[in-house]
DNA sequence: GAGCACTGC
């Protein structure tokens, strides 16, 4: 089997091309855009080779808060800092962003441009105006990204480099480098729309399309057009992505300049499976083995899978196989497995040492891949079912499926080799599988409801949605499903053709990040004396469950969870992580419900108040018993079943209120209470007298 | 009698 060589101890030189709005064949083999589509357009480009590094000195350093502690590790900071791959297109890089209002750059993970580029605006001094405004999709990112950058510049956290991410703030008035969930600024944008606080706006991650980065695109450009209308200092706006199809993203920004910055600290080399693998959990339990064979020791070996379920398996599988005779010359393994679901401190387990002589596998899902970087990964088994995107620095993989590990000549080899090589990913899957991959898939928000984005742009005074400038326009189906819900949850009304404005109700609504429908709830609970039972209800269903399923103790949970008695909270499968966050999200929303004046008043264990006060938000999600007794849904008419984890599961009231519908087998039902008809037409009656429901 | 994972305010 080819290419099993020990890694380099030499560090791999990185080479470095700058490229101004080209596009740039990167590598030899496809290049696969997190979103898994290709760019492997050729391209005849200017390469502007960069003069020469080195001789650039910070202007500006930080406030010195450890100078006399820290200044050799200042000193190696510095030399890090210089290293990376975007440090020698500073000056180009520089030139084009105070040239352009809006610059896309592109940049493979580890080239530095989401900790170093924000350092060179503020260097510069280009933040006089305004703070720096870094959006990155995930918490953790903000986290992590502005505490290394508060330690490249010496400075402590909160003071000239902050974060902001829900439940967590660390930014004080001095704060000029802010890193922030995408989440958090469009939070801001409905006080601030013209979000006049920053000079620049970074939009971090772009290729991964979420909701909020879309909705986002369209409020930093109309951000930019206000400003200039009244003649405030303008918006500047700096798009980052990994490698993608940039002709989309350029024109939406009125074809606005794209830069490239290419090359990794540490090349990953590939190999793809020589032929289809039919059982994928196999071919990954058999590749780990084979690597476990050929590597050194202390080499970890980190396996994407789908599930909490197969992970658990493969756990057990690899531990009875590890005892096994025939692997007694090589390191001892340690497996772990690893999930969002686990508790905390089996997670934190993962990042414990390998000791001198062992090798640690971690079986995981796509967690590992965005959230949790364990170090001293070297070899990836990608399943081909686990999302993978980059997970070892400067890789750029993908979905795939793995390889049977027992012939040695298995593998086919892509990419560089050889010396600079940091790292080996085996995809049990083959090229031509890759290659025919998913192409573009659909944007989340052209299949999300979009109820939660309308109201928060109607709160950011955009009137018309239709009109509204999205990179790509949900349908019109879609948008008019959802203006419908807010008209009839009474947070909306239509002023004239096309044009929307939020009632009294609606703007109140619109300051809970939750659901429209439950932020409706909380509003409703004064109505029925049942705000305090409410608070506890929303937070559970906005938040993660409560609940852990250990596999193996299946039974157990399910009984435990039935007995329902005060003892039932106590060592009774609750997920505490989760039970504490939803503690969180509960004092919010109290926090949001005493700003709007909503009072917090408690029914006293008198559960029909609170099952109608659930009907205020959710009467639209209502199922009626039917004479053969299976249930229709009154809004769309369609069957759905009472979900078999539902205490009503097995009985049959007439009418019953539910969260959500899930698709698998049949369309269950989930969440469920059972509801009066009398009730359902005292709370929302214009809406039930079209429905005919019995009374 | 069920059955994917992860993310955000």
């Given at each position: 089997?080819?290419?099993?060589q020990e890694p380099p101890l030499k560090k791999p030189k990185t080479d470095v091309?700058?490229?101004?709005?080209?596009?740039?064949?990167?590598?030899?083999?496809?290049?696969?855009?997190?979103?898994?589509?290709?760019?492997?357009?050729?391209?005849?480009?200017?390469?502007?080779?960069?003069?020469?590094p080195a001789?650039?000195?910070?202007?500006?350093?930080?406030?010195?808060?450890?100078?006399?502690?820290?200044?050799?590790?200042?000193l190696k900071i510095l030399k890090q800092r210089h290293a990376l791959p975007i440090f020698p297109?500073?000056?180009?890089?520089?030139?084009?962003?105070?040239?352009?209002?809006?610059?896309?750059?592109?940049?493979e993970t580890g080239s530095g441009?989401?900790?170093?580029?924000?350092?060179?605006?503020?260097?510069?001094?280009?933040?006089?105006?305004?703070?720096?405004?870094?959006?990155?999709?995930?918490?953790?990112?903000?986290?992590?990204?502005?505490?290394?950058?508060?330690?490249?510049?010496?400075?402590?956290?909160?003071?000239?480099?902050?974060?902001?991410?829900?439940?967590?703030?660390?930014?004080?008035?001095?704060?000029?480098?802010?890193?922030?969930?995408?989440?958090?600024?469009?939070?801001?944008?409905?006080?601030?729309?013209?979000?006049?606080?920053?000079?620049?706006?970074?939009?971090?991650?772009?290729?991964?399309?979420?909701?909020?980065?879309?909705?986002?695109?369209?409020?930093?450009?109309?951000?930019?057009?206000?400003?200039?209308?009244?003649?405030?200092?303008?918006?500047?706006?700096?798009?980052?992505?990994?490698?993608?199809?940039?002709?989309?993203?350029?024109?939406?920004?009125?074809?606005?300049?794209?830069?490239?910055?290419?090359g990794r600290q540490h090349p990953i080399e590939?190999?793809?499976?020589?032929?289809?693998?039919?059982?994928?959990?196999?071919?990954?339990?058999?590749?780990?083995?084979?690597?476990?064979?050929?590597?050194?020791?202390?080499h970890?070996?980190?396996?994407?899978?789908?599930?909490?379920?197969?992970?658990?398996?493969?756990?057990?599988?690899?531990?009875?196989?590890?005892?096994?005779?025939?692997?007694?010359?090589?390191?001892?393994?340690?497996?772990?497995?690893?999930?969002?679901?686990?508790?905390?401190?089996?997670?934190?387990?993962?990042?414990?040492?390998?000791?001198?002589?062992?090798?640690?596998?971690?079986?995981?899902?796509?967690?590992?891949?965005?959230?949790?970087?364990?170090p001293g990964?070297r070899?990836?088994?990608?399943?081909?079912?686990?999302?993978?995107?980059?997970?070892l620095p400067g890789s750029?993989?993908?979905?795939?499926?793995?390889?049977?590990?027992?012939?040695?000549?298995?593998?086919?080899?892509?990419?560089r080799a050889g010396r600079e090589t940091s790292g080996f990913?085996?995809?049990?899957?083959?090229?031509?599988?890759?290659?025919?991959?998913?192409?573009?898939?659909?944007?989340?928000?052209?299949?999300?409801?979009?109820?939660?984005?309308?109201?928060?742009?109607?709160?950011?005074?955009?009137?018309?949605?239709?009109?509204?400038?999205?990179?790509?326009?949900?349908?019109?189906?879609?948008?008019?499903?959802?203006?419908?819900?807010?008209?009839?949850?009474?947070?909306?009304?239509?002023?004239?053709?096309?044009?929307?404005?939020?009632?009294?109700?609606?703007?109140?609504?619109?300051?809970?990040?939750?659901?429209?429908?439950?932020?409706?709830?909380?509003?409703?609970?004064?109505?029925?004396?049942?705000?305090?039972?409410?608070?506890?209800?929303?937070?559970?269903?906005?938040?993660?469950?409560?609940?852990?399923?250990?596999?193996?103790?299946?039974?157990?949970?399910?009984?435990?969870?039935?007995?329902?008695?005060?003892?039932?909270?106590?060592?009774?499968?609750?997920?505490?992580?989760?039970?504490?966050?939803?503690?969180?999200?509960?004092?919010?929303?109290?926090?949001?419900?005493?700003?709007?004046?909503?009072?917090?008043?408690?029914?006293?264990?008198?559960?029909?108040?609170?099952?109608?006060?659930?009907?205020?938000?959710?009467?639209?999600?209502?199922?009626?018993?039917?004479?053969?007794?299976?249930?229709?849904?009154?809004?769309?008419?369609?069957?759905?079943?009472?979900?078999?984890?539902?205490?009503?599961?097995?009985?049959?009231?007439?009418?019953?209120?539910?969260?959500?519908?899930?698709?698998?087998?049949?369309?269950?039902?989930?969440?469920?209470?059972?509801?009066?008809?009398?009730?359902?037409?005292?709370?929302?009656?214009?809406?039930?007298?079209?429905?005919?429901?019995?009374?």
């Amino acid at each position: 089997m080819a290419g099993f060589q020990e890694p380099p101890l030499k560090k791999p030189k990185t080479d470095v091309n700058f490229v101004f709005n080209s596009h740039l064949p990167v590598q030899q083999s496809p290049i696969r855009g997190v979103n898994g589509h290709f760019n492997n357009k050729q391209h005849a480009g200017n390469f502007l080779f960069p003069k020469g590094p080195a001789t650039f000195k910070p202007k500006v350093q930080g406030n010195g808060a450890n100078r006399n502690t820290k200044s050799s590790d200042q000193l190696k900071i510095l030399k890090q800092r210089h290293a990376l791959p975007i440090f020698p297109a500073r000056p180009r890089l520089l030139k084009e962003l105070k040239k352009n209002d809006v610059v896309i750059v592109i940049g493979e993970t580890g080239s530095g441009k989401t900790t170093q580029i924000p350092q060179y605006l503020h260097e510069e001094r280009l933040d006089r105006k305004g703070a720096i405004c870094v959006t990155q999709p995930r918490r953790v990112a903000a986290i992590t990204i502005a505490k290394r950058v508060a330690e490249e510049m010496d400075t402590n956290l909160g003071e000239l480099v902050g974060y902001s991410v829900r439940f967590e703030e660390s930014v004080s008035p001095s704060t000029k480098l802010k890193y922030m969930t995408d989440g958090m600024l469009l939070r801001e944008a409905i006080s601030d729309p013209l979000l006049s606080k920053y000079s620049w706006v970074i939009v971090d991650e772009a290729h991964e399309r979420t909701v909020s980065t879309d909705v986002l695109f369209g409020i930093i450009k109309d951000a930019q057009k206000s400003r200039k209308a009244f003649a405030k200092y303008p918006l500047r706006v700096i798009i980052m992505s990994a490698t993608m199809d940039v002709d989309h993203f350029s024109n939406y920004f009125n074809k606005c300049p794209v830069l490239y910055i290419e090359g990794r600290q540490h090349p990953i080399e590939m190999f793809y499976a020589r032929e289809k693998q039919e059982d994928y959990v196999l071919a990954a339990m058999s590749t780990v083995i084979q690597i476990h064979k050929e590597a050194p020791p202390q080499h970890d070996i980190l396996v994407f899978l789908t599930g909490q379920e197969e992970i658990d398996a493969v756990v057990h599988n690899i531990r009875l196989i590890a005892k096994d005779n025939s692997l007694a010359e090589f390191p001892k393994i340690r497996v772990h497995a690893l999930y969002a679901a686990l508790p905390a401190h089996q997670q934190l387990d993962v990042f414990r040492a390998t000791a001198a002589g062992e090798r640690k596998v971690i079986i995981s899902t796509n967690i590992a891949e965005t959230s949790i970087t364990i170090p001293g990964v070297r070899y990836v088994v990608d399943s081909g079912r686990a999302k993978v995107r980059n997970y070892l620095p400067g890789s750029g993989f993908d979905v795939l499926k793995v390889k049977k590990i027992s012939q040695a000549q298995a593998w086919q080899r892509t990419g560089r080799a050889g010396r600079e090589t940091s790292g080996f990913c085996y995809r049990a899957y083959t090229l031509e599988e890759f290659n025919a991959m998913a192409v573009n898939p659909v944007p989340e928000i052209l299949r999300s409801n979009m109820s939660s984005v309308i109201l928060q742009l109607l709160a950011m005074g955009i009137k018309n949605i239709l009109t509204f400038d999205f990179i790509d326009k949900p349908s019109t189906e879609y948008v008019q499903q959802a203006v419908e819900q807010l008209t009839l949850l009474d947070a909306a009304k239509v002023v004239k053709s096309d044009m929307l404005e939020l009632t009294e109700t609606g703007k109140k609504m619109a300051q809970f990040p939750l659901d429209p429908r439950y932020a409706k709830i909380l509003l409703s609970g004064p109505d029925y004396g049942c705000t305090d039972e409410v608070l506890t209800i929303v937070a559970i269903l906005s938040s993660e469950s409560i609940y852990t399923n250990p596999s193996g103790k299946k039974e157990a949970a399910v009984n435990a969870r039935r007995k329902f008695s005060s003892m039932w909270c106590h060592e009774n499968f609750l997920n505490y992580r989760n039970l504490s966050y939803t503690v969180e999200v509960r004092k919010q929303l109290v926090q949001v419900c005493q700003r709007c004046g909503i009072s917090i008043v408690s029914c006293q264990q008198n559960l029909d108040s609170v099952r109608r006060c659930i009907i205020a938000g959710l009467f639209t999600n209502v199922a009626e018993l039917q004479l053969g007794g299976k249930y229709l849904t009154l809004d769309s008419r369609q069957e759905a079943a009472l979900h078999p984890a539902s205490v009503l599961f097995g009985g049959k009231p007439a009418y019953v209120l539910f969260t959500e519908l899930v698709h698998t087998g049949k369309t269950y039902m989930h969440i469920n209470s059972a509801v009066d008809a009398q009730w359902l037409f005292e709370t929302a009656p214009e809406y039930f007298r079209k429905r005919h429901i019995k009374i």
